[in-house]
């Protein structure tokens, strides 16, 4: 009788049948790789500065057409941050330099001073941001009117927009610390996007929720 219900159950079954997974753990861990495949979430896309972005920077030494020289570096800072899309992507205070292309002392029959500047680039988390289009601000320019002025730039009659700062004073051309003045960036700069936290509310894997 046993050797009938035998025969009876075996026909039963298909010849072609699944394997069935006696190893619960291997089967929890073989369900947990798959639902952490489909649930990856895409890369977030790149933070994208373009060439030519303006940005303020703050020139952090005395310059001069009496007291620099030509190929002179000098420091600089970023005054204010620089967002892509609502991200930060250059934060304020990081530094970098600048150059004297060209300095000038007055000459003794009235010749003014002259004091040509460029700056170079700013680095920020180890790579150099490189920089072009120098430039004073004007005394009148509204970016200065965020409580900053340009009283470090003395005995200047002129400050003429271009690829460098070019100064030509009455006399010899001074630049003191904190001068503010313009560049922008000379190629396209990628940043990674800040991952996204979990917003408050939404729970965590233990159940507990952000604050």
Do not use: C, W
Not at 186 to 206: C, H, K, M, V, Y
């Amino acid at each position: 009788m046993l050797s009938v219900a035998l025969a009876l159950l075996a026909q039963a079954v298909p010849a072609d049948a699944p394997e069935v997974i006696a190893d619960e753990a291997l089967a929890a861990e073989a369900l947990s790789e798959a639902v952490s495949v489909e649930a990856a979430p895409e890369p977030a896309p790149a933070l994208l500065l373009p060439k030519t972005t303006p940005l303020t920077i703050v020139i952090d030494a005395e310059l001069g057409s009496k007291i620099s020289a030509a190929g002179q570096k000098f420091p600089i800072r970023l005054a204010r941050p620089v967002e892509v899309d609502g991200v930060e992507a250059l934060p304020a205070g990081i530094s970098g330099e600048g150059e004297v292309v060209h300095a000038k002392k007055a000459g003794l029959a009235g010749a003014a001073g002259e004091l040509v500047l460029a700056a170079r680039y700013l680095e920020h988390d180890g790579r150099r941001i490189e920089l072009r289009s120098f430039r004073f601000f004007d005394a009148g320019d509204e970016t200065l009117s965020k409580g900053q002025d340009n009283t470090g730039v003395s005995n200047v009659t002129t400050a003429l927009a271009g690829p460098i700062g070019f100064l030509i004073g009455g006399g010899n051309t001074n630049v003191l610390p904190g001068t503010l003045a313009s560049a922008k960036t000379r190629n396209d700069e990628t940043f990674e996007r800040p991952a996204q936290g979990i917003p408050a509310g939404q729970p965590l894997s233990n159940g507990e929720e952000m604050p």
